[in-house]
């Protein structure tokens, strides 16, 4: 979906307003000013017979009248044509100058000249009025074209000017994250929406940050108080174990001995997260991520014999990155385990480095992974698994302080795992 600014769409919003009443007002504009110029014409011509009428000309003869028709072209006294009163009338008269036919107006008016009567006929030619017309509508046109064009400058300048607050809140907002100890600063503004929003946000922000770190400082706690009573718990039951048990006992110190170990090793994992939080690793140095594999190949190969998964590596290019050590081993661990934990008997695993890219595919279940929430805390791929939750969760953490980018993807039933350093 693509979203619009806020001040582009209002503008569009004004545009369209404008050039609507602009397409209706132009030809309105138009046909006024012909209605006016025609209506100007007519009084002219009637106010050329009043003249005529209120001059001396009731001593005119007949050679008079044709001296007046002589040296007034646009002007005849002619025979009386029968007409009672004065009429104006529209026509098309051929032009002999422009060799076509023009738009005039003529008034055919009842005079008396030595006591008979005549009809006088005067012409006025409408083509002037259409290009001065044509020039006013242009004119017209022009300016409008001119006051929208400074109107939309000016508010652009000007919203931007206005806005400018809200932009820079929505910003900071964009660029804030809770973990960090970096809370907004909004600038001043005197606009009365845009504070209150400012002050709402700050409002919320402090409370949702605090809430935040005591729930981060309960977790660490919690994690450190845990860690002495584990201890103590897991030497009992290796004390247990050593024991001289039926096979009822020592099914249940088995049984045990595994709830324990997953309580350690979610202690452990909440403690790693605290201190990744707390930005506990600082330190960064070069590590050689083909090295790492070389040297903890075995390892995962013999956690793969008990479900017989094939491990095969492909490593391209040689890839080394700037970080700290122990999360990149972190890292790397979790996405070895989680490829093992997760794969099916008899499935396979493949590791890709190319260019700047560690890839992990393997098989496992058979449809896709929910992308949106694999790597929330305490997000399981399987409800039943003996893992906690954690493990993708801290790639996820890790990825996030370095730069580093994790994704997820599902092609051909296999599950891949990529890491962009």
């Known amino acids: 979906m693509n979203n619009k600014k806020l001040l582009r769409k209002t503008t569009n919003s004004f545009l369209l307003y404008a050039v609507i009443i602009l397409l209706i007002a132009a ?49 005849s006294i002619v025979k009386d044509m029968g007409v009672t009163k004065d009429s104006i009338v529209g026509k098309m008269i051929f032009e002999a100058l422009a060799n076509e036919k023009e738009p005039f107006r003529i008034l055919y008016a009842p005079v008396d000249i030595n006591g008979k009567r005549y009809t006088y006929i005067e012409k006025r030619n409408l083509v002037e009025m259409e290009g001065m017309v044509f020039s006013v509508a242009v004119m017209f046109l022009f300016i409008i074209i001119i006051l929208l064009t400074g109107i939309i400058w ?3 300048r000007s919203a931007k000017i206005i806005w400018k607050p809200f932009y820079n809140t929505l910003s900071q907002i964009e660029d804030f994250e809770i973990d960090k100890n970096n809370p907004p600063h909004f600038i001043p503004t005197d606009i009365d929406e845009f504070a209150r929003l400012n002050k709402s946000l700050e409002s919320l922000i ?42 009822e006992q020592s099914t249940l110190v088995g049984s045990l001995n595994k709830d324990v170990s997953r309580l350690n090793r979610l202690n452990k994992n909440l403690l790693l997260l605290s201190k990744i939080d707390n930005e506990s690793y600082l330190e960064k140095n070069t590590i050689s991520l083909n090295e790492y594999f070389e040297k903890h190949l075995d390892f995962f190969t013999e956690q793969a014999k008990a479900k017989n998964l094939t491990i095969q590596t492909d490593f391209k290019d040689t890839l080394s990155v700037q970080g700290n050590a122990a999360l990149a081993e ?77 994704h997820y993807f599902f092609n051909d039933n296999l599950h891949i795992f990529e890491v962009k350093f």
């Open 27 to 75: 030809p309105v504009f138009y046909y006024i000013c012909q209605w006016l110029y025609v209506y100007e014409t007519d009084e002219v011509l009637l106010f050329h017979k009043g003249a005529f009428v209120n001059e001396s000309h009731n001593n005119y003869t007949a050679n008079d009248i044709a001296a007046w028709n002589k040296y007034n072209p646009n002007i």
């Open 330 to 406: 972190v890292l790397l661990n979790n996405l070895f385990l989680n490829a093992i934990r997760h794969n099916k008997k008899n499935g396979r695993i493949e590791i890709q480095i190319e260019k700047n890219t560690v890839r992990f595919t393997n098989t496992g279940q058979e449809t896709a992974l929910a992308a949106e929430n694999i790597f929330n805390r305490f997000s399981k791929v399987n409800p039943s698994s003996q893992g906690n939750g954690l493990g993708l969760a801290i790639i996820k953490k890790i990825c996030e302080i370095n730069h580093w980018e994790i």
């Open 154 to 156: 000016i508010s652009k």
């Open 206 to 247: 402090e409370k949702n940050t605090a809430i935040y770190k005591s729930q981060r400082e309960f977790v660490e706690n919690a994690a450190h108080e845990l860690q002495t009573p584990l201890a103590l718990f897991q030497t009992k039951i290796d004390i247990l174990q050593q024991l001289e048990l039926n096979e």
